[in-house]
């Protein structure tokens, strides 16, 4: 399968153009959509997700070689998407007297899979995300990190095609981030799997293709190698005092600037050694991301 989306807009009703032609080819594999908070990840993702409308543009679910099943029409066969669809919201209400088993197999039946096969597979998933020594407990009182690996459980019922998962590691301490990263690397590679996250490690660690958006437009798409290559050799560092953050940023393009043992280290954006105590630094995703949030590149 791969996914098509051509010249997505939508305007809410208060006049924020939340997405402006958004046009993206989306392989299966992970992809990460990265941008920060408010950038229109969420109406993209809903959007997709068949939960929202969109004011104009497409999005085609399309197989490729091997493919057994026809196109989609994202935006117009609901239905069709939802049964191809596995989908962790930002948020999802969880009832707190119920165990995690039963809820599990709760969503099973909304997915409409048969009764006979229900509880083999609530176990089959509860297994593989680790959660199967806890089903008993209540998804309510479970950790952040448990939470996100149940929702990944719920996504992967009834076999999803295209699976999306919005903001899933935002709250989590680096060791439940950890065992995040390694049960979504673990879904299949004949699936369309997409990430969208403010977070830069979340698509430096799992995506082999990516997408920049910042205030409903796309900066940036492509694979992560190619995004680095593009800043070779243009990034240069130098440790500076706080106090001359501002006059850095007037005289020199700054991406970045981030404390190391309280003293500011900047990275900046320049086609030729700045000198001025500039050292040339090894650009990494985060100053591919900052470098297009700020419009420098
Ligand atoms: P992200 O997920 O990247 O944080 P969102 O898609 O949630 O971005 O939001 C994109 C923009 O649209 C933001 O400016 C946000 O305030 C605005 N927005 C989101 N939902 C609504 C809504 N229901 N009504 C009005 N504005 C909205």
């Given at each position: 399968m791969q996914l098509t989306i051509?010249?997505?807009?939508?305007?809410?009703?208060?006049?924020?153009?939340?997405?402006?032609?958004?046009s993206l080819d989306i392989p299966t594999g992970m992809y990460g959509l990265l941008?920060?908070?408010?950038?229109?990840?969420?109406?993209?993702?809903?959007?997709?997700?068949?939960?929202?409308?969109?004011?104009?543009?497409?999005?085609?679910?399309?197989?490729t070689?091997?493919?057994?099943?026809?196109?989609?029409?994202?935006?117009?066969?609901?239905?069709?998407?939802?049964?191809?669809?596995?989908?962790?919201?930002?948020?999802?209400?969880?009832?707190?007297?119920?165990?995690?088993?039963?809820?599990?197999?709760?969503?099973?039946?909304?997915?409409?899979?048969?009764?006979?096969?229900?509880?083999?597979?609530?176990?089959?998933?509860?297994?593989?995300?680790?959660?199967?020594?806890?089903?008993?407990?209540?998804?309510?009182?479970?950790?952040?990190?448990?939470?996100?690996?149940?929702?990944?459980?719920?996504?992967?019922?009834?076999?999803?095609?295209l699976i999306?998962?919005?903001?899933?590691?935002?709250?989590?301490?680096?060791?439940?981030?950890?065992?995040?990263?390694?049960?979504l690397s673990?879904?299949?590679e004949?699936v369309i799997v997409i990430l969208s996250t403010?977070?830069?490690?979340d698509v430096k660690e799992l995506c082999s293709n990516m997408a920049i958006i910042?205030?409903?437009?796309v900066?940036y798409a492509g694979s992560p190698d190619a995004a680095l290559q593009?800043?070779?050799?243009?990034?240069?560092?130098?440790?500076?005092?706080?106090?001359?953050?501002?006059?850095?940023?007037?005289?020199?393009?700054?991406?970045?600037?981030?404390?190391?043992?309280?003293?500011?280290?900047?990275?900046?954006?320049?086609?030729?050694?700045?000198?001025?105590?500039?050292?040339?630094?090894?650009?990494?995703l985060?100053?591919v991301?900052?470098?297009?949030?700020?419009?420098?590149?």
């Amino acid at each position: 399968m791969q996914l098509t989306i051509r010249n997505l807009n939508k305007t809410y009703p208060n006049g924020v153009k939340a997405l402006q032609d958004v046009s993206l080819d989306i392989p299966t594999g992970m992809y990460g959509l990265l941008g920060p908070n408010g950038a229109g990840k969420s109406t993209l993702m809903r959007t997709l997700a068949t939960l929202q409308d969109a004011d104009s543009g497409s999005a085609w679910l399309q197989p490729t070689e091997g493919d057994t099943n026809g196109a989609i029409d994202v935006l117009k066969e609901k239905d069709a998407v939802r049964r191809a669809l596995g989908y962790l919201p930002q948020e999802f209400g969880v009832y707190p007297h119920i165990s995690a088993f039963e809820m599990l197999d709760h969503f099973a039946v909304l997915k409409g899979i048969p009764a006979s096969q229900r509880k083999e597979v609530a176990s089959a998933l509860l297994q593989r995300v680790n959660l199967w020594e806890h089903r008993k407990k209540s998804v309510a009182s479970y950790s952040g990190g448990m939470r996100q690996r149940f929702g990944i459980a719920q996504a992967l019922l009834g076999d999803p095609k295209l699976i999306i998962v919005d903001e899933p590691t935002a709250g989590l301490d680096p060791g439940e981030r950890n065992r995040f990263y390694n049960l979504l690397s673990e879904i299949g590679e004949n699936v369309i799997v997409i990430l969208s996250t403010h977070i830069v490690e979340d698509v430096k660690e799992l995506c082999s293709n990516m997408a920049i958006i910042n205030l409903g437009q796309v900066l940036y798409a492509g694979s992560p190698d190619a995004a680095l290559q593009s800043l070779a050799g243009k990034v240069w560092e130098k440790a500076i005092q706080k106090s001359e953050i501002e006059s850095y940023q007037q005289q020199y393009r700054v991406i970045s600037s981030k404390l190391v043992a309280g003293k500011p280290i900047i990275h900046v954006l320049s086609e030729t050694a700045p000198g001025d105590g500039f050292k040339a630094a090894n650009a990494d995703l985060e100053d591919v991301f900052f470098a297009k949030i700020h419009g420098g590149e």
